[in-house]
């Protein structure tokens, strides 16, 4: 019988967005030459080549630090704070006006569902530098200690799963403090961040302030290590910022890190299970699970266990997996092949530990990088998919009896990025909340963010803040981090 | 004339409320400023600072929760029992630091007086550093420090007792537990700090103090994955690049060795609180 409730195919235009063949790097105002190779950036949906970007190599990397130095010492940093905070109001204005276009680029280069680039991934960013724009003249009052000031050039790293997200990130924030950026987008996703260059000149934001540097890990090396480099952050994995915080020892460079998470989601046998099968779906399907705060460990009290598993499988054989720019889906593209391997070689390690797999039937697309919504249950917290990041649309389960126990399972990781507890006692929320160690907690939701909400992680899932008035401190002299 | 001979006292580590000596049975010679003897200290070994960790630990879930207030309460206890000791922490700071009787009272005052301005912090770094977040949803949103963990402490070489206690404090005073590394050659005042936690409602394990080298003791604690943060402050010069490397392994919290010992009677502002304390955001929904 063929299924009554069909849609129709529903794409976004792609016509929108112009697409160069190739890009250099955006050095000093100005798109140059990189020295270094090019490299492709392919639509994972597809395969198909989408352009050619530019390779930043230690010298094109230096090039940019002088002009980040030079922008901070003439004109960013002796600037006014209120017309430092004009140009972000306008740079969060031109990205609504250009909010489409955004959209669509991000869903293309990343292979997100378009609903999500076109109603969180835009629409936050923006948010992200009107909340700064406001804080560029206020931050005397808030309360940092007196006359904060910012550090000079910051090197900004960001991964693959928010490219303009993770760039409104970074950049709001120095900029509002006064400090000059040198950012390295991720290898597989440059190319909003090159449509954001475009963004700071028709905001006629002055040269150097805002250097793009595409390239891979050597060229994310350079930056960090660059000696002229007053502060460095980081949004990525675990490994990587390691390595980053050995480089940065024995330096005066201030550092962040925004690093995993294998975020425990807390289902309590009194909460709307609707309502969290919901919140279960949304926490780790969101981004296809690109999320280092995805809700990848379930734990669902054990009374009502199957009733969960029997709603959440129902409701996840209505995703939707497939063409990003269809408005329709729900599932997109995994991000490059790199990845999809990795989350083949997770999962099939929970197979051979013991773990079920279930996966809904769903017809994947030939061409591009797939991998279908994913639930293990008989999930022992000793699993590697109970401890190990996947990073993919993959949800482990495990069980508990006592709030106690759910506590215990919950922090038994290395990591401390995110939590979430669904329940309809709002006590319970807080004290579980207490004892979670993790740095953002979501109670009877998940996957929220907010510019003025600090996120970020505990333990192995980094420091620093971002967002709100704490994460001013990363980008201020002698801050007091709250 | 009183010709009564002194008893005199073994100098020991402090581990999980107890006085133990090192495991390893080492000790070695502490002078004071002129190079007369004092005392056998303790040589505390790679086993006793991995002992000193899982006190800590241990000692970890009752003291983060704690109430403000009755940590704030427990560690203005200690500046009590502190200042009743006042006479043995001058003799210990004017030998061990070679200054005069009235330059080893300052030192002296100042270190009580650093504990309880720590003391009275624990109940205001909520309102201090955390807050409500307007965020565009129908959420509570509210942000509150938490302490970081187990912080290994290198304390300072020169200032044996001040500078001890400007390190130790604020560690406690956010809610940490500690595991001290204490001035090598100046471990004395560190020991009898040791008998007024033991005696003032700290519980054990919350403060361990390790006598002995913290180029030798150092890299076990910047490398153990129990441990949360390090405070490299009293890190030999030549050593502290090396820590801080080790400590990236487990993504520890690190606050790096100044260029020199700073003076320890300037105001330290939040500046040694923050560095061992997290923000965590908690989304409390709103509705009917």
């Known amino acids: 019988m063929t299924d009554p409730f069909q849609y129709a195919p529903a794409p976004e235009s792609r016509s929108i967005v112009d697409i160069a063949p190739s890009y250099g790097l955006f050095v000093d105002g100005e798109f140059v030459d990189g020295t270094g190779e090019s490299f492709k950036t392919v639509n994972p949906a597809t395969e198909e080549v989408l352009s050619e970007v530019a390779s930043g190599t230690a010298e094109d990397v230096d090039r940019a630090v002088r002009a980040a130095r030079r922008a901070y010492a003439r004109v960013w940093g002796p600037m006014r704070p209120a017309d430092r905070g004009k140009y972000l109001f306008r740079i969060a204005r031109l990205l609504q006006e250009r909010a489409r276009e955004f959209a669509v680029l991000e869903s293309l280069d990343n292979g997100k569902p378009i609903r999500e680039s076109r109603d969180v991934d835009v629409p936050l960013a923006a948010a992200h530098f009107f909340y700064h724009a406001g804080w560029a003249d206020k931050l005397d009052w808030a309360g940092l200690g007196p006359g904060p000031r910012p550090l000079g050039v910051a090197g900004q790293v960001i991964p693959w799963n928010f490219p303009l997200l993770m760039l409104a990130w970074k950049v709001a924030p120095a900029l509002a403090t006064g400090n000059t950026v040198v950012l390295k987008p991720a290898e597989t996703t440059p190319l909003s961040a090159l449509l954001f260059a475009e963004v700071c000149r028709q905001a006629d934001l002055p040269p150097g302030v805002v250097n793009i540097v595409t390239g891979a890990g050597d060229t994310g090396r350079a930056v960090v290590e660059h000696p002229d480099v007053d502060k460095v952050a980081f949004t990525g994995s675990t490994e990587v910022g390691r390595s980053i915080a050995r480089a940065v020892a024995g330096t005066a460079k201030k550092l962040t890190l925004e690093l995993g998470g294998k975020a425990a989601n807390i289902v309590f046998d009194d909460a709307p299970i609707d309502q969290a099968v919901e919140g279960i779906v949304q926490g780790i399907f969101f981004n296809q699970g690109h999320v280092c705060c995805a809700g990848s460990r379930l734990l669902v009290q054990e009374n009502v266990h199957d009733e969960v598993i029997a709603s959440l499988q129902r409701r996840i054989g209505r995703l939707r997996v497939g063409d990003p720019l269809d408005k329709n889906t729900d599932i997109g593209a995994i991000n490059s092949a790199e990845q999809l391997a990795r989350i083949r070689e997770l999962t099939d390690i929970g197979e051979a530990e013991g773990a079920q797999r279930w996966q809904p039937a769903c017809e994947l697309p030939e061409r591009g990088f797939w991998f279908p919504p994913t639930v293990f249950t008989d999930v022992s917290p000793a699993h590697r998919i109970a401890r190990d990041e996947v990073f993919g649309p993959v949800l482990s389960v495990l069980t508990f009896r006592t709030p106690d126990e759910a506590v215990a399972k919950a922090n038994n990781t290395t990591y401390g990025l995110s939590a979430g507890i669904w329940t309809e006692k709002g006590s319970r929320i807080l004290k579980i909340a207490d004892q979670l160690r993790a740095g953002v907690v979501w109670a009877n939701t998940f996957n929220k963010f907010d510019p003025t909400s600090p996120f970020g992680g505990y333990k192995q899932s980094g420091y620093g803040r971002e967002g709100g008035r704490h994460g001013l401190t990363a980008y201020l002299q002698g801050a007091d981090r709250p | ?288």
């Open chain 2, 1 to 288: 004339m009183n010709d009564r001979l002194a008893v005199r006292k073994t100098y020991k580590l402090y581990v999980n409320g107890a006085f133990p000596r090192s495991e390893s049975g080492r000790t070695y010679e502490v002078t004071d400023a002129k190079g007369h003897f004092l005392a056998n200290a303790a040589r505390a070994s790679r086993k006793d600072a991995r002992d000193a960790v899982v006190a800590a630990r241990g000692a970890f879930a009752k003291w983060s929760a704690a109430t403000a207030y009755n940590r704030g309460q427990v560690l203005y206890r200690v500046a009590e029992v502190m200042e009743g000791r006042h006479v043995q922490f001058c003799e210990e700071v004017a030998a061990g630091e070679g200054l005069s009787q009235s330059r080893a009272r300052a030192a002296v005052d100042a270190a009580i007086d650093r504990w309880v301005w720590y003391a009275g912090w624990t109940d205001k770094l909520g309102a201090v550093l955390g807050g409500a977040n307007p965020v565009a949803g129908p959420y509570f949103d509210f942000s509150l420090p938490e302490p970081t963990g187990v912080v290994a402490v290198l304390a300072p070489q020169r200032s044996s007792l001040l500078g001890l206690v400007s390190v130790l404090a604020p560690v406690l005073a956010g809610g940490n537990t500690a595991v001290v590394v204490t001035s090598h050659q100046r471990p004395l005042p560190a020991v009898t700090l040791g008998e007024v936690l033991a005696t003032s409602d700290v519980p054990a394990g919350v403060v361990n103090l390790l006598t002995g080298d913290a180029g030798e003791i150092g890299p076990w604690l910047a490398e153990h994955d129990d441990v949360d943060a390090v405070d490299l402050t009293g890190a030999p010069a030549a050593r502290a690049l090396e820590l801080e490397r080790q400590a990236a392994g487990s993504i520890k919290r690190v606050v790096r060795p100044p260029a020199e010992e700073p003076d320890w009677a300037a105001d330290p502002g939040l500046s040694r609180l923050t560095p061992f304390l997290e923000t965590k955001t908690v989304w409390h929904p709103m509705g009917l």
